[in-house]
């Protein structure tokens, strides 16, 4: 390869696009990104645990991603590492072939950056991982290991996925942007399975146009996984991105719960919608009162029929090695009758109709993403109420950090657009992220 004069090595809190035009005008930083981010990896990994297994090679690769290290939660398969999918049951598995997505970030020239702790199986027995704003403090998840990568500066890009509020509330708790595409964006060949009906593909990353660069390379359809519906395709330049929509009309929902939300985060909240009005959104209150009441109920019924039908068998071979979260959703699920597993999933086809009318007149909603801060301790990964909504109707959804709680962690918002209109959602979280305009920076005790 032709070197140019070297330049610094991009710090740790670039964007994968601020990289990608990095390494357009120095090859030799881009030869050597990804080794530089497995050198500081290894070094705070002692304390961070946000990998179930690095990589042994950081070569680059041709492709658009060239050079981008890309941490892979540890449920989506990986043909030449151990995919544990957070259970010891796989401790030692490695899979036969990538899952889909991970082979289209091998074609793209990606780093596949090795395994990012996942939850049991994504469901809430917690893995080692800690939030590297306070280490006494859960990183949220599902996809710990992924959200807490990105928030360190370990890796400008992860994967990981939703089925309740696993990218949406850790991206929240880390401070960084997360992005929850469309139901049937991303195939999930190759991803375990919590509930099909719900299951997600999403991203990590800093900023809102590194998460549409993912999306736009990353949708696609396969045969073999035959949900939800394509997304029309759309492009990022590397050098203007996505353009921001200018002045949107927002609807802002908080659900009765609303009340139960942290002071703090109530706070950030009013704030971010004074900024957005003073920035010249027009901005009015949708309250959404049906679809509050109805959403819980039946995305829980969903998840747990279907649950049950995938870890019955595993929990009944392996009792010792399965959690009693884990057997409790076995249980829950066992006592869904099917009448009530039907009515859910009618009311699943009933919102995701409905809400486009609803939201007639808005771009897009603006809404919470967790009740709070990272909750203390490890053992819980936070409430997932306020993602329910938009993951059971299958509406891309995006957060954006916005400020710190009493604790020094940090707070989102976040945005939701109509199913299939991933685009006009990242526009109109790119031009938020501009009107708010503020970047949380690397926690300090991971610098």
Known sequence: MTRTTALPIPKAGAGVLDLLRQFRQDEAAADGYAAACLAKTRAVEPQLKA??????????????????????KDIIATSDMPTTNGSPIYRDHIPAADAWVVERLRQLGATIFGKTVSTEFAWRHPGPTVNPWNSDHTPGGSSSGSAA???????????????LGSVIRPAAFNGIVGLKPSFGAIPRLGVHPLSPSLDHVGFFARRVDDVALALSLLAGTSDADLHGQPLPAFQVD??????????????????????RAEAAQQKVFKAAIARAREAGAVVE??????????????????????GAAIFGGLVARYPDR????????????KAVAAIDYLAAKAAQEKWRAELPKEMS???ALLT??????????????GDAEYCAPWTLIGAPAVTLPAGFGP????????????????????????????????DPGIPKIMS
């Open 361 to 363: 007149g808005f771009d």
């Open 368 to 381: 919470l993403p967790a009740f709070g801060e990272a909750p203390h301790g490890l053992d819980f990964t």
């Open 407 to 438: 604790n020094g962690l940090p707070l989102g918002i976040q945005i939701v657009g109509r199913y299939r209109e991933d685009l006009r959602v990242l526009r109109v979280a790119k031009w938020l992220e501009a009107a708010l305009g503020f």
């Open 285 to 306: 209150e949708l309250p959404l009162a049906e679809f509050d009441a109805a959403n819980w109920p039946a995305i829980n019924t969903i998840l747990s029929s279907e």
């Open 51 to 72: 990998f179930e297994y690095l990589p042994t090679d950081t070569g680059r690769r041709p492709g658009a991603l060239s050079g981008i290290p890309v941490g892979i």
């Open 238 to 259: 590397l050098e203007h991105c996505i353009a921001p929509h200018d002045k949107p009309r927002l609807g802002i929902v908080r659900f009765e719960k609303f009340t």
């Open 149 to 163: 990568a990105v928030a360190a500066g370990l890796v400008p890009l992860a994967l990981g996925s939703q089925t």
């Open 322 to 333: 399965t959690s009693d979260q884990l057997k409790s959703q076995v249980e829950r699920g």
